[in-house]
C-alpha cells in the first residue's frame, strides 16, 4: 500500500502563494494518475485537481487559473503551486491517487488568512 507524504502548507495572507509537495511511496509511481484534494473545516473532502502519467492536468472551477499541478517521477513526488490564494483555499490538502485509495497521508493544512 502506498503512502503519501504531505508537505509545504502553512499560514499565507490572501493574494500569496504557496507550492506543496507529496512525496509517494509506491514504486510504479510513473503510471499512475495522482491528484490533490481538500478538506476545510466541517466540509467533505473534495477533489481539487489531477495529473495523468502523461501529465495533462484537470482542474475543479474555483482552483482554475490560481493552482497548478505538476509531477516529477524521478522523485515519485507531485506538486501543487497555489497562487493568488483565497480565504476560502483554508483547508487541509492532500495527495491520493485520480480513484483515491483509502490510505490517506495525514495532509498539510494551509490557512489563508489576513
Known amino acids: 500500500q502506498a503512502q503519501f507524504v504531505e508537505s509545504g502548507g502553512g499560514l499565507v495572507q490572501p493574494g500569496g502563494s504557496l507550492r506543496l509537495s507529496c512525496a509517494v511511496s509506491?514504486?510504479?509511481?510513473?503510471?499512475?494518475?495522482m491528484a490533490w484534494y481538500r478538506q476545510a473545516p466541517g466540509k467533505q473532502r473534495e477533489f481539487v485537481g489531477g495529473?495523468?502519467?502523461?501529465?495533462?492536468?484537470n482542474y475543479v472551477d474555483s482552483v482554475k487559473g490560481r493552482f497548478i499541478i505538476s509531477r516529477d517521477n524521478a522523485k515519485n513526488t507531485v506538486y501543487l503551486q497555489m497562487n493568488s490564494l483565497k480565504s476560502e483555499d483554508t483547508a487541509v490538502y492532500y495527495c491520493?491517487?485520480?480513484?483515491?485509495?483509502?490510505?490517506w497521508g495525514r495532509g498539510t493544512q494551509v490557512s489563508v488568512s489576513s
Open positions: 491520493n491517487y485520480r480513484i483515491p485509495s483509502d490510505s
Open positions: 495529473i495523468s502519467r502523461a501529465g495533462s492536468t
Open positions: 509506491k514504486s510504479i509511481f510513473t503510471y499512475l494518475d
